[in-house]
């Protein structure tokens, strides 16, 4: 699970007008550590400059300081560093006081588990309920519970999960929780009910859902009926995948990765194209969290279009799990050694797709959403043969916004960048910055004027598509060259709109 937010506050600024001179239009400006997020080409080196800055600012800017040791101690924790995570957001909430900080360090007190860690959490968050407004915030509560469980104090934790259950029934890494108490005070026929949703999502594949649900099925004398359960409810999720495929003329599409990891996806085949022989090849990398029918009007469009694309979902997602990565809470600490690996998974499914049908295996072109822009941009450094980015609403984390912005300046590919009002806080910040940095006499940006966010977009506004098809056309046809006009600046991004 993702539990660390970081401040996201941009400050406009107004230049004051001169003397019988025209205004000056707003200008953007953003806080020092905001500004190396961008700048740093290696997690190491964003580290290392938000520690220095943290170090410099500290006795006359608390806010900017505790803001990048923020950041810092996100960056060590997605690598897995705890340690040197606890020092940063340890450091961060002495400074900034708040909530953010004290959750990302009372996760990663947790998540070591250590001497004192759980004493520690449990006196920090007891603090902060203390002078919270609210008689129980869940955010606060439910991690007290969870330290005292780690503490060996069930009891304790089952009273405390009990008083904010309703909010925490729908996360699913918290229902696990709480069929970890239950299923230590033998409560079994809770401990289903908990899980049975969990097995379910991870399609049977969390080795310790599983081995809860066995004993708790002996003991309850409904093993046999519980392990048909998930089959069914793993079948039923399934069914809305088949359809899909069906009606989109595709297939459902079950790859292996080079490392053995299991990968699924769908693979949409492109009409039949006198222009193209073989089909060109689009590989589609969902968005965490995305499902394939959040993509179907572009991979119709491309497919009427000649282009074959596979849909494929991310580790911990859809189908594209096992033991290892069961769900999206197992990304939580090892963010960029899995980012790293599904951008790997990119090169292994288009193998895969060329096994199954016939496409141009020559060049292909990436589609990354969201966060999967991302692991878009790493996989187009991996394989030559990526010859065009497509990124829809891109959303790179903060502190891997520096290293996306230097593998696009490194690759020097045209890209074409989709944004859309919904998605507006997420993408129009980052994208100018990714935009500036790679072949912009080759790449573009086009807004959507309609509604929807991300993939949905193009089902919103067909021209959308037809746009883009028309620069990727011109772009990777044979023997067509890119438009070599290098196109007006960018201009500045609106403000972000205020909420409520």
Same mark, same amino acid.
Request: net charge negative; proline share 8%.
């Given at each position: 699970m993702r539990l660390v937010t970081v401040p996201f506050l941009l400050l406009l600024v107004c230049a004051l007008p001169a003397l019988a001179a025209p205004m000056v239009s707003p200008a953007r400006t953003v806080s020092p550590a905001r500004a190396l997020l961008t700048q740093a080409a290696t997690p190491t080196s964003l580290r290392s400059q938000l520690l220095a800055y943290a170090e410099s600012a500290a006795a006359g800017d608390h806010l900017g300081a505790g803001e990048a040791l923020s950041y810092a101690g996100t960056s060590f924790q997605r690598e897995g560093r705890v340690d040197s995570a606890i020092v940063c957001h340890r450091r961060a909430f002495e400074l900034l006081g708040s909530e953010e900080p004290l959750l990302a360090l009372v996760d990663q007190l947790l998540l070591r588990r250590g001497a004192g860690d759980a004493a520690e959490a449990i006196r920090l968050l007891t603090a902060a309920r203390a002078a919270s407004e609210w008689?129980?915030?869940?955010?606060?509560?439910?991690?007290?519970?969870?330290?005292?469980?780690?503490?060996?104090?069930?009891?304790?934790?089952?009273k405390l999960f009990a008083i904010v259950e309703g909010s925490l029934l729908p996360r699913y890494d918290w229902r696990f929780r709480m069929a970890r108490v239950a299923f230590t005070l033998k409560d079994y026929r809770r401990t289903v009910d908990l899980l049975m949703p969990v097995a379910i999502r991870t399609r049977g594949t969390d080795d310790e859902v599983i081995e809860m649900l066995e004993q708790a099925g002996k003991e309850t004398g409904l093993g046999r009926r519980l392990q048909t359960a998930v089959l069914r409810g793993t079948s039923d999720r399934d069914q809305s995948e088949f359809a899909l495929a069906s009606a989109m003329g595709g297939r459902l599409l079950a790859l292996t990765a080079s490392d053995g990891f299991p990968l699924g996806g769908l693979l949409v085949p492109a009409a039949t194209s006198p222009s193209r022989a073989p089909a060109l090849l689009a590989v589609l990398l969902l968005a965490p969290g995305d499902t394939t029918a959040s993509g179907d009007s572009l991979a119709l469009t491309l497919s009427r279009h000649g282009i074959t694309t596979l849909m494929l979902y991310p580790r911990g997602h859809g189908a594209s799990v096992n033991s290892s990565c069961p769900s999206p809470e197992a990304w939580f600490d090892r963010e960029a050694a899995l980012q790293a690996r599904i951008a790997r998974d990119v090169r292994d499914a288009v193998r895969g797709v060329r096994l199954?049908? @016939?496409?141009?295996?020559?060049?292909? +072109?990436?589609?990354? %959403?969201?966060?999967?822009?991302?692991?878009?941009?790493?996989? /187009? *450094?991996?394989?030559?043969?990526?010859?065009?980015?497509?990124?829809?609403?891109?959303?790179?984390?903060?502190?891997?916004?520096?290293? @996306?912005?230097?593998?696009?300046?490194? +690759?020097?590919?045209? %890209?074409?960048?989709?944004?859309?009002?919904?998605?507006?806080? /997420? *993408?129009?910040?980052?994208?100018?910055?990714?935009?500036?940095?790679g072949d912009r006499s080759a790449s573009r940006v086009v807004e959507s004027r309609k509604g929807g966010g991300g993939l949905v977009q193009f089902r919103y506004d067909p021209a959308l598509a037809a746009r883009f098809l028309a620069w990727l056309d011109a772009t990777l046809l044979p023997g067509a060259s890119p438009p070599t006009q290098v196109p007006a600046p960018r201009p500045t991004p609106p403000a972000p709109r205020r909420q409520g």
């Open positions: 008689d129980a915030p869940s955010a606060l509560v439910s991690r007290i519970a969870w330290a005292h469980f780690l503490q060996g104090k069930a009891d304790t934790a089952a199954a049908t @016939t496409v141009d295996s020559t060049r292909y +072109l990436v589609v990354g %959403v969201g966060a999967s822009a991302t692991m878009a941009v790493e996989a /187009a *450094t991996l394989d030559p043969r990526v010859k065009a980015l497509l990124l829809v609403c891109p959303a790179p984390a903060p502190v891997d916004r520096g290293p @996306t912005r230097a593998r696009l300046a490194q +690759l020097g590919l045209p %890209v074409f960048f989709q944004i859309a009002p919904d998605d507006f806080d /997420a *993408t129009y910040t980052i994208t100018d910055v990714l935009y500036q940095a």
